[in-house]
């Protein structure tokens, strides 16, 4: 099972949102996905957001680099994190 894809343009993640969370931030591998816990509900794009926010960090890319590829009203989302391709960093962040 991947998680992530090499491509291209960078690293394409699957991402399991999960909101209304007590903390954020990257929660290891649930199945084929990264479990990323956010704060904000799913309400007005806000989790969205947040969720932008906290892969920029925990990958260490401006936030203009983490591009939404599908999912945007999903839990179940596939992010690019543009011209990031370092795998061993990917397994190392997700936990895996």
């Known amino acids: 099972m991947a998680f992530f894809v090499e491509t291209p343009d960078g690293i394409v993640l699957n991402v399991k949102a999960q909101p209304r969370s007590s903390k954020a931030g990257v929660d290891g591998l649930l199945g084929d996905a990264v479990k990323v816990r956010i704060r904000c509900a799913p309400v007005d794009g806000k989790a969205n957001k947040e969720l932008v926010e906290t892969l920029a960090d925990a ?25 990031f391709v370092d795998a061993a960093a990917v397994r190392k962040v997700c936990g895996a």
Do not use: D, Y
């Open 59 to 83: 990958f260490g890319l401006p936030k203009s680099s983490v591009v939404f590829k599908s999912g945007e009203t999903s839990k179940t989302k596939r992010i690019l994190l543009r011209g």
